[in-house]
């Protein structure tokens, strides 16, 4: 069954988004891109975009199904039993193996998945004094935080711009007295990641839920970033660009 | 009955690959094992001539687990010397898992190792800063000079170049190393070497490649810095752009031409057709998705064993490569002092690994210079195959990566500095490759020096959510305008060997299938905190001329990251002619076992201030013809 996102959460996620990467808002501040031969014609790029056009909530949805479970409950056994699936030639049991060999002790442990090896997608819950305890799933992440998000959202609804800045920001600073100390992720973890994965759902240019394919890369065109997939230059483009680069270089 | 061949070579880089390639071309039967999947064949439609399913900035620079680099539940440890009380597991010291190895991730940027390279022990004997109270071994350090003479690699440079197809400018380069203050001070002595192996005179088989904005603003910026600093386009193993395309075998037969006879019997016998297909690579199309990205055109335009070396391989008959195949063992018998075979894990599927072995004559590694030495700590006697001497996984060195300015661009050049285009590298000096250490006559060892564009605004924004001040709001998205007029200028850093700079097997850690994983111990020495220090202030002083005519302010200084490791790995097996003090011999073979060689970069004696690629190639074919010829002959390949 595809992942769903709580739907009083879903409204949630959809401001939030903005309040973390205010596109409408920023656009507006900087203008249009500046004319340039290695983007598509202005006419054809989206003028007006905000993050709710970048379809977060359900990209969001399809990366929590896309989550690697499977491999979290086989490493999370080998956490306990490292050396569960070992096999060598000489047909030892690991512990007889690993005595016959120089520097090794007895005991052996699994690190892919600690938390600070950062070899694991899956986000880092952290322990009251603000260090990482424990790897989870990004299902397991989120679906320990909707709860108090709601809860947070629901004490005092942010209406306009400003109001969902400090909303941000409550979160951002652990301070919602509705968001129990005894949840596994923080409330600033919480944002952090979702900043993340909004980040990757607006300049992945790999969004699913994005159907057009000129949409997947108009935040990049507005940041002045002309790498798309399919992208090729010439020889002429790059003399080009040199031209243009050189004419503000003082003498 | 046990699956049998002549050889095994364990890994498919730019060692592995080459010399298996060399084996099978001469007539041996060999099987080329990969721990990698093939990740191009899996990714890319290789019916397409360039496929754009692999410009894919998630996939390529933050999935996790990374599935380019290491295979799955398979990690390093790290432990910084004198500073961290225990290892810890960590994302680094990987160059590829995948089909092609660390040939196929890379930035492609393609040297010879200098004449000085092989000397560096002479050199610093001669300029007093080896012994003494301050000097390097006193400090900890293990500065050697290699057992080769520069003149017995120069016909391989050649034929490597050839392999890779490098783009360059073989004038301009030399001119940057003969107009270096390093070369007119040192150019007398004894042992410098000689005119022709300072400055060969044969053309790279193509043009440079073209020059961008960010290559154009460092051209300019290292030339403002007086006649002494002469820039020149780095050399990069990419298909010209606008070139029409290259012919490895006109290459290889246009080198062949040159060597005067210098390169006679075994394969290089062959006429030029027999030797390579008439596969013409592409060139490239400057898309901007290089180093850690798999090129997306399916002939090479940029050079990988995966669709160059390894796609001739496919084509003997008398060679089998198999991907998925992780070597856990050189099977080794105590009684004859001869490996036997290879044992691996067949991860096709990786939830049910199986354990197979196979039979070989010869047995050669190259799993880059950490998995070398992990594979043969794993192998033989309890304190590892080759490691008679504890020498094993010593000296190791990996670059000083991070070492770099950052120049922020005013205003005035947002959307020009089109980092986008090409690779990230473009033009370089090697006015660096020693650098002068205050007022007197003390030299430290360098590197080349190269401009880098900014390429991955993903991964940046992502960074800068979690760096220090973390970024939210509208700030992320000014700082992705800024990042788009900023570029870097990196210093390939030499780092000198130290002996407890080493590879060896974690006490505790082992991966997914029980197995030790490596533990890379490293701390930078007194020579590497100089290298950090003057690299800057060099560096610093490059982009004066651009601060004063308010292009930039000042560039912002970064050390080099001493956990940065992995795609430059050099040492761990020692190459040098007294078994108490090396691991191989100057075949590159183990001291300790007849019939066993190593050809990744980890032969190598000291590191270089550049890229090791094509000084591994080079070498990869030197071992290779000899092991040829010695068999021809009827002689035992690898006796010195």
Known sequence: ?251 | MAERHEFVVVGSGGGGGTIAWLLAKAGHDVLLLEQGPDFAGKNRDSSKPFDPNVHDEFRFRLQKPDPKRRRRGDYNTFLARDTDPAAKPFNGGWTASVLGGGSVLWGTWSFRALPIDFKLKTHFEATGQLKGPNGLEPSGYSVVDWPLQYSEMLPYFSVAEALLGVSGDRAALNESIRASDWYQRFKGESYWGSENEWFPQDPYPLGAYTRTPVGEFCFRAYESMGPTWKAFPTPMAIVQPGSGGLSTRKAMADSLAKQNGGLKGGIWDLKAEELWSDRIRDACNMCGYCGEYLCWGSTGPKWGTQDTTLHELAQCKNATIRTDAKAIEVIFDEKSKRATGVAYLDLTDPDDPRLESVDADIVIVSCGAVQTARLLLLSGPSAGLGNASDQLGACAAFHMFGLSVRATLDQRFQGLLHGELGPTGNTSTFATYFMKDGAGDTWIKGGHLTSAAKKNPLEDAVNSVIGNPPKIGVDILTGMQTANRQLEMRLTADDLPMKENRVTLDPDYVDEYGIPVARISRKKGSNENNVDRVGLDYMTKVCADFKKKGVMGDPLQLKAILNLVGDHQMGTCRMGDDPNASVVNRFCRLHDAENVFVVDSSFMPTGLGLNPMVTTVANALRVGTHIVNSLRKGEVPGRV
Not at chain 1, 25 to 41: M, T, V, Y
């Open chain 1, 1 to 251: 069954m595809p992942y769903q996102i709580p739907p009083k959460a879903e409204l949630i996620v959809e401001g939030l988004a903005e309040a973390v990467f205010p596109i409408n808002l920023w656009i507006g501040l900087k203008g249009p891109p500046a004319n340039d031969r290695f983007i598509p014609p202005l006419t054809d790029v989206p003028s007006r975009l905000s993050t709710a056009k970048m379809e977060v909530a359900e990209f969001l949805e399809l990366l929590i199904d896309a989550s690697e479970e499977a491999l979290a409950h086989r490493w999370r056994e080998l956490k306990a039993n490292p050396t569960k699936y070992f096999q060598f030639r000489s047909g030892q049991s690991a512990a007889d193996w690993r005595a016959g060999r120089k520097g090794l002790n007895t005991a052996a442990k699994f690190g892919a998945f600690d938390p600070t090896s950062n070899n694991f997608a899956f986000l880092s819950g952290t322990a009251a004094d603000g260090t990482p305890k424990d790897t989870v799933s990004r299902r397991e992440f989120y679906d320990a935080c909707w709860p108090p998000l709601i809860a947070t959202y629901a004490s005092k609804p942010p209406n306009d711009s400003a109001s969902w800045n400090t909303f941000r920001d409550l979160l951002r600073g652990d301070l919602s007295a509705l968001w129990p100390p005894t949840t596994p992720i923080k409330s600033s973890a919480f944002v952090t990641q979702f900043t993340i994965d909004v980040l990757r759902a607006c300049l992945s240019q790999r969004n699913a839920a994005i159907k057009d394919p000129m949409w997947q890369r108009a935040v990049l065109i507005e940041v002045g970033e002309n790498r798309y997939p399919k992208n090729a230059y010439t020889v002429g483009d790059a003399k080009a660009a040199v031209d243009a680069f050189l004419k503000l270089i003082p003498a």
